[in-house]
């Protein structure tokens, strides 16, 4: 019994409290837990009726930047323990997942009292505010010399390289790939591969993601991030329209490619706005 506390400790708990590196046993952990988080989800959306389409994923994507918003705000050391274990980690999951999904079922509830005209507008208005009040937080508590290059160097390309994908996505057979979810999934990966190769390799940050830290150690440089995460995330969206039915009404395919984006974009926003902001 002893062994297996300290194996939690060591492995789960430390990580936490010390906000260091992920280790294989928690990172394997925090993504069976998304995915079972994911399906636990859709199946209380589908019962609440709340319909799960590329609206609700581009909805959505605020409440995943205010994430990574209110992670750089821990970053910063503007919260205290233990309010600050809370925004780590995978404990940070739960809180975003808290103030989404009250705020949805907040929108919904006025839009049947006709106090709103359309729920999903609201949800996305209010996430958005959120996050810019993070923003605000951040501009406040920063000081005046801000790294606005990196947003040259990271999210001009990002975008760049997005687009260029769209483009030429119906020359290899892929012309879903221009819906705005789709686009949006590769961008978040293309981001977090640019951010990750420009605050490690130029920048000395240290990259706390065990599989992302191997390749870089094997080629030498990030930078092999950027095409590797583009092919991935293709290969991904692919499947995901290979096994997708016409019929399917569940909302499986727009909830794992939600789950694509929060994995990209929670990890490059925060990335990007630590670089920013010097945290």
Same mark, same amino acid.
């Given at each position: 019994m002893n062994g297996l506390i300290d194996f939690i400790n060591r492995n789960y708990i430390e990580g936490i409290i010390n906000d260091t590196s992920y280790n294989h046993f928690d990172m394997i952990t925090y993504v069976i837990i998304l995915f079972a988080g994911v399906y636990a989800v859709l199946k209380l959306l589908n019962k609440l009726k709340i319909r799960v389409d590329e609206e609700f994923v581009i909805a959505t994507i605020p409440y995943i930047f205010m994430g990574s918003v209110f992670r750089v705000i821990e970053d910063a050391d503007l919260l205290k323990p233990p309010v600050k274990y809370f925004f780590i980690t995978p404990l940070i999951y739960f809180v975003i997942f808290a103030i989404c999904f009250g705020t949805l079922f907040l929108t919904r509830y006025l839009e049947k009292l006709k106090k709103i005209r359309n729920y999903i507008h609201a949800y996305a208005a209010a996430g958005t505010v959120l996050s810019l009040a993070g923003i605000v937080i951040l501009i406040y508590y920063?000081?005046?010399?801000?790294?606005? @290059?990196? &947003?040259? =160097?990271?999210?001009?390309?990002?975008?760049?390289?997005?687009?260029?994908?769209?483009?030429?996505?119906?020359?290899? $057979?892929?012309? =879903? &790939?221009?819906?705005?979810? =789709?686009? *949006?999934?590769?961008?978040?990966?293309? &981001? @977090?591969? *640019?951010?990750?190769?420009? $605050?490690? @390799?130029?920048? $000395?940050?240290?990259?706390?993601?065990?599989?992302s830290s191997l390749l870089a150690s094997i080629f030498g440089t990030g930078f092999v991030l950027i095409p590797v995460s583009l092919i991935l995330v293709m290969l991904i969206i692919l499947l995901l329209e290979k096994d997708s039915r016409e019929d399917q009404d569940r909302g499986e395919k727009y909830m794992l490619t939600l789950t694509l984006i929060v994995l990209g974009l929670s990890m490059g926003a925060r990335n990007l706005l630590a670089m920013i902001f010097g945290v």
């Open positions: 920063s000081s005046s010399n801000l790294n606005l @290059d990196v &947003l040259i =160097y990271s999210l001009v390309p990002a975008m760049a390289l997005t687009e260029f994908v769209r483009r030429i996505s119906p020359k290899i $057979g892929m012309t =879903y &790939l221009r819906s705005r979810m =789709y686009s *949006f999934a590769i961008f978040s990966f293309v &981001l @977090d591969s *640019f951010t990750t190769y420009i $605050g490690v @390799d130029l920048l $000395g940050y240290t990259n706390k993601h065990p599989f």
